[in-house]
């Protein structure tokens, strides 16, 4: 039967149960389809040790955000996010509407949370770096110490 479906002979260290659920799935995915792209994407993110992109909010949810003493609520639409009888793409752009400026919409209805950094690192100063330079020996390059010397004056 393996041989009909996948046109070669089953590994041999497949247990029987795996060979018929395997079999079973294949025969299924040719009569109704394989997954679908958010299903493939999300898989693979997986199989690659990393997070998925965002959080995968179900249809009917309702997000409420209280701003400058009006309380608005969006509900999560199959084709987007629901605000005062429009449909948005994105939470951002909900989020921009509201506020009159640039805002991350997940952080905005309280998805994200404000002190999460591993999306983007921070950035340093110019003095930081400087100063990061100066005490790390392996910045020059060649394992010497960096020269701090000012007019000709011999380095500390």
Same mark, same amino acid.
């Given at each position: ?5 996948f046109?070669?002979?089953? *590994? ?5 149960? @795996? %060979? ?8 299924? =995915? /040719?009569? %109704? $389809? ?5 299903? @493939?994407?999300? #898989?693979?993110? #997986?199989?690659?040790g990393?997070?998925p992109r /965002?959080?995968? @909010?179900? *249809? ?7 701003y400058?003493g ?6 999560v639409?199959? +084709? $987007? %996010? =629901?605000?005062?009888?429009?449909t948005?793409?994105? @939470?951002?752009?909900?989020? /921009? ?8 919409g997940?952080?905005? %209805? ?5 002190r ?5 690192p921070?950035?340093k100063?110019?003095? =930081?770096?400087a100063? +990061?330079r100066?005490r790390? *020996?392996?910045?020059? $390059?060649? $394992? ?9 004056a011999p380095p *500390?």
């Amino acid at each position: 039967m393996w041989r009909a479906v996948f046109g070669r002979t089953p *590994p041999a260290s497949l247990s029987t149960s @795996l %060979f018929g659920r395997t079999i079973a799935w294949h025969i299924q =995915e /040719r009569a %109704f $389809g394989g997954l679908d792209r958010d299903s @493939l994407r999300f #898989l693979d993110s #997986l199989a690659r040790g990393s997070h998925p992109r /965002r959080r995968q @909010l179900k *249809p009917g949810t309702v997000l409420v955000r209280d701003y400058q003493g009006q309380r608005h609520t969006v509900t999560v639409g199959r +084709e $987007g %996010f =629901e605000w005062q009888g429009a449909t948005y793409a994105s @939470l951002s752009a909900i989020a /921009r509407d509201i506020t009159g400026t640039s805002w991350s919409g997940p952080r905005f %209805f309280a998805l994200k949370d404000p002190r999460d950094r591993a999306t983007k690192p921070k950035r340093k100063s110019a003095v =930081e770096a400087a100063q +990061e330079r100066r005490r790390s *020996p392996a910045a020059t $390059g060649n $394992g010497s110490r960096p020269v701090t010397s000012v007019n000709n004056a011999p380095p *500390p």
